[in-house]
């Protein structure tokens, strides 16, 4: 039976008596009553008690039944006995409209956002909502005009106790089904349910104040104003428009002006290229002379400052300004092409700004409809909203639903009712509004910047609009969407449509508001003529701790790495130590008593406390740290654990959090499972604060390319691009270890591929007194650059992969490149072979060699390890390999061919034999075949390529 035959059978008539003593036997014990009928009165939700409660009065001055039935009924008897007879008729009337009425209510709460006026150009036709039809409660016709008691409690817009039938869906309609449509019954929270709907059913009509109607329509003139002046000065140039959704504009004005309102400190804006010129100008305030300089072909970048630059519906910008007499710092991301990923990096960067300085900071994103629906990394951002990790306080997301996505429509796009409802995942109160109705826009955005405010969850907000032109302005939309770009053509845009409404109301005559127009038209062209001979001479829109750093082809320096043994021994004692009191492991208990004798002896220092004497360092000199990863407080390899955590209690204990009482703050943080979202986050965090160390880690590096986007087009790109430094470190465990194709590679190639113009820093270490420098050297430095480090496995328990405590301290530093360190040899000039290697495969190539040594006296082979690939250190490689004048040389690596560093070394290191005329200019490579997986899956073949590529490594 569906549902609408159920409830029409339950509310039968014959059953009301018996439904209306269940049902305030339900009020007073849910359980008492069969779970069929408990599961009807659900269905009344939040206002499940109000009939009864109003029937039978407080509890201390009960109401009298004959007093409800007169309200409803004037025609009641008042003879005790006649009262009484009918008293007993008229109640099980009563309740049971009353209970079909409020079960009418609630269906509006949660269905009547379906038939909602969103559509500008009424080609949506209204759907019949089957829960939104009176007879789907056992309402008739006749019964429209019927008194009916609901109490004063159950909706604010609905004043008294007694309302007819079609008052009360007058009201719902009003509140329900007009140019605003709510979606926010399914949130789990109580309170926000009801906070929202409080704020949402007593608003009533709209009236906002004259001048506040007079600065929407300046908004939406010049929103629509520079769209018009571009269409017509640049024809046939792409742009990607805001024509149809200027709506946007005052959108985002009302959001700004409601933000600071509350104390919000800045706003950081993240949103792709359709409409993105508008917003950059219109409401960050981005100078229309820059802009049309870049129309004109022009550079954002002064002159000396080298890269690659970007299209100019792809760049940012940053701005303080006064807002309602307070100041507030509005930026906007640089991004790609790539749709939805710059909403991971705004996030980031937001969470950046809450953490270094107080007040309030807001991450505003902006979206398509299409892109909201279709890309995967939107689930992963709302996923992680609330994450320890990663929660900014709430974002609001503003959907640009323009009903089409290039040339696909939305029933192609999406498999929901709604692009949106992929947001119900985090919780988040979705509204969507005509884009036609701008003071119902302005009102929307209002209450979405105070629930952010009150609840600290994000706010989806869609505006509902259109696109006056194709996908871009050369684009020809009538092809695919003949009837959508027919009604188009026939809509006036958004400032006619205001204008004319408020010329009606006598707010502003139209030939006041044509004056504003063309006084705003006439600004553009001057701007236009200065434009001619526009020059960037400063980078405005960078953050002034990052203008401080050295871009490409400026003076970059870097700085001593090493630390005192006196620091060194601070950190020790914090990482062989723990609170009194605290319930350690007994097993970590042992791998602390471990770390003290390290820090005793001076010797065996491993990798994981090469790392932590890195990061306690930068803390003792006050420098932030932030690692996040799968799995990474404990490590996936369990040799981390820098955060314990008490055996009873499950309490943390950051043993770096501990070291003197004046320090920087680490925060280790296990990520949800994405790797997307996640290194977006870091990415966009790195680029704000330039005095942290931000590290990412994946759980293992083959898992890395499921953030290919962030990497290829911002890490790799981002300083040449958009001027956008960023130090964030990313460790990608990596190496041939018998253990699949899905657990070997990080795909060191690829990152290779990626290197040019000293964007980043690739690094394959072995041992753990580089690693600490390496790291150390993302802050001791004049300019940030992401360091990509293929991290060890296996090695990071080797006891060949050891450091002394000197290798930390005095003038010690990062070596790029290694050279064999065997005391025994002395003389180079009789070695025969140089074997040059990288990354783990170096200790098999060691170990082997001992065990050969015997065979091997009388044909000398060396060791050099390339710790740094990327930016490649030619002149220290070139000094190592002259000291080797007769030697042949041989490139060895674990990866197949066609992987790992042999394409990008074999050039470089001949070049450098050519050039200092040794004997030979040829390098020799040794390694697995060319192959389509990275590494076999059986530990038996492995063992046997491994022990191959070795033995001919060594030449045996």
Not at 105 to 132: E, M, S, T
Not at 510 to 532: H, T
Request: a negative charge; one cysteine or more; charged letters at 20%.
């Amino acid at each position: 039976m569906a549902a609408k035959d159920q409830i029409e059978s339950i509310f039968s008539g014959s059953n009301g008596a018996y439904l209306a003593d269940l049902y305030a036997q339900w009020v007073e014990n849910p359980e008492s009553v069969d779970p069929s009928f408990s599961d009807l009165f659900m269905m009344l939700d939040d206002a499940h008690n109000i009939i009864v409660k109003d029937a039978r009065g407080a509890s201390w001055s009960p109401r009298p039944l004959t007093d409800i039935l007169h309200d409803i009924d004037e025609k009641a008897a008042s003879t005790p006995q006649k009262t009484t007879q009918i008293t007993h008729v008229q109640i099980e009337a009563a309740v049971h409209d009353s209970i079909r009425a409020i079960a009418l209510i609630n269906a509006y709460r949660n269905f009547g956002h379906q038939y909602a006026q969103l559509d500008p150009l009424k080609l949506a036709h209204r759907i019949v909502v089957a829960d939104l039809d009176p007879k789907t409660y056992g309402f008739a016709a006749q019964d429209m005009d019927r008194p009916i008691f609901v109490g004063n409690k159950v909706a604010s817009f609905l004043p008294k106790e007694i309302h007819t039938l079609s008052e009360i869906i007058a009201g719902l309609k009003r509140v329900y089904c007009r140019s605003i449509a709510w979606e926010y019954m399914y949130l789990q929270d109580l309170e926000q349910r009801h906070w929202l709907m409080q704020k949402i059913e007593s608003q009533g009509v709209i009236n906002l104040a004259t001048e506040d109607k007079q600065r929407i329509l300046q908004q939406i003139t010049e929103a629509v104003g520079l769209e018009n002046f571009c269409q017509k000065r640049y024809v046939g140039v792409k742009r990607f428009g805001l024509d149809g959704a200027e709506v946007t504009i005052p959108a985002l004005h009302a959001l700004i002006r409601q933000a600071v309102q509350y104390d919000v400190q800045s706003i950081s804006m993240g949103m792709a290229h359709r409409g993105r010129l508008n917003v950059l100008t219109n409401v960050i305030g981005k100078s229309f002379t820059a802009l049309f300089h870049e129309f004109a072909g022009g550079s954002y970048k002064p002159e000396g400052i080298s890269g690659a630059a970007d299209v100019k519906y792809h760049l940012g910008y940053r701005k303080t300004v006064e807002v309602a007499g307070k100041t507030i710092e509005l930026s906007m991301a640089f991004n790609p092409s790539h749709l939805e990923v710059v909403g991971a990096a705004v996030e980031g960067q937001v969470r950046a700004e809450q953490d270094r300085r107080s007040g309030k900071h807001l991450a505003v994103i902006l979206h398509g409809d299409a892109a909201f629906a279709g890309q995967g990394v939107v689930y992963e951002i709302l996923a992680m909203s609330q994450l320890p990790a990663y929660q900014t306080d709430g974002s609001i997301h503003i959907v640009i639903n323009n009903q089409i996505g290039f040339t696909t429509a939305p029933e192609e796009s999406s498999s929901g009712y709604y692009s949106t409802d992929v947001a119900k995942v985090a919780r988040a109160p979705i509204i969507h509004v005509n884009g036609d109705d701008p003071e119902a826009v302005v009102k929307v955005m209002q209450l979405a910047v105070a629930f952010r405010e009150r609840f600290s969850t994000d706010v989806v907000v869609d505006l509902v609009c259109y696109r006056r032109h194709g996908h871009n302005e050369t684009d020809e939309p009538v092809f695919t969407q003949p009837v959508m770009t027919q009604a188009i053509r026939k809509h006036d845009n958004l400032y006619k449509v205001y204008a004319d409404k408020l010329a009606k109301e006598g707010v502003i005559s139209f030939v006041e508001s044509e004056a504003n127009w063309s006084e705003f038209q006439e600004y553009l062209q001057e701007s236009y003529v200065v434009a001619q001979n526009y020059r960037v001479n400063e980078m405005e829109w960078i953050a002034k701790e990052w203008q401080e750093m050295k871009f490409r082809g400026q003076d970059r320096q870097n700085f001593s790495t090493a630390i005192s043994h006196d620091i060194v021994q601070k950190i020790g004692k914090a990482l062989s130590s723990y609170a009194e009191g605290f319930d350690c492991h007994p097993k970590l208990i042992r791998q602390l008593e471990v770390k003290a004798q390290m820090f005793s002896t001076g010797v065996g220092i491993d990798w994981a406390t090469a790392e932590a004497l890195a990061f306690g360092s930068l803390l003792v000199e006050g420098y932030p740290v932030r690692l996040t990863g799968q799995d990474c407080q404990r490590g996936t390899f369990s040799h981390r654990n820098a955060v314990l955590f008490d055996q009873k209690t499950q309490q943390p204990y950051v043993l770096l959090n501990h070291i003197q009482p004046e320090q920087a703050k680490i925060d280790i943080y296990n990520s949800h499972l994405s790797e997307f979202a996640v290194l977006g986050f870091e990415y966009g965090y790195s680029c704000t604060n330039a005095n942290a160390l931000i590290l990412w880690e994946a759980q293992f590096g083959d898992f890395v390319n499921s953030a290919q986007i962030i990497i290829d087009q911002f890490i790799s790109a981002g300083e040449s691009k958009w001027l956008q430094m960023s130090g964030l470190v990313m460790l990608l465990p990596h190496a041939q270890e018998g253990q699949g194709a899905e657990h070997s590679s990080a795909r060191l190639e690829r990152f290779l591929q990626l290197c040019a113009e000293d964007n980043m820093q690739i690094c394959n270490l072995t041992t753990p007194a580089n690693y600490f420098h390496a790291l150390r050297r993302q802050l001791k430095r004049n300019y940030r650059q992401p360091l990509v480090i293929m991290s060890p496995k296996s090695l990071l328990r080797h006891k060949l992969a050891q450091s002394p405590l000197s290798g930390f301290t005095d003038q010690t530093q990062f070596l790029p490149v290694i050279d064999e360190v065997d005391p025994t040899v002395t003389d180079k000039e009789a070695i025969k072979r140089v074997v040059i290697c990288s990354g783990k495969v170096y200790y098999d190539l060691l170990m082997r060699r001992l065990e050969l040594r015997c065979e091997l006296q009388s044909e000398q082979i060396t060791l050099v390890r390339l710790e740094q690939f990327y930016p490649f250190p030619a002149s220290e490689l070139a000094e190592i390999l002259s000291g080797y004048p007769n030697a042949e040389m041989v490139w060895c690596q674990e990866e197949p061919e066609n992987m790992g560093g042999w394409n990008f070394v074999d050039r470089k290191i001949e070049k450098i034999l050519r050039e200092m005329n040794h004997k030979t200019s040829f390098v020799k490579y040794v390694g697995r075949l060319s192959a389509a997986s990275p590494a076999t899956g059986l530990a038996s073949v492995y063992k046997a390529e491994q022990a191959t590529l070795v033995d001919q490594a060594l030449d045996h």
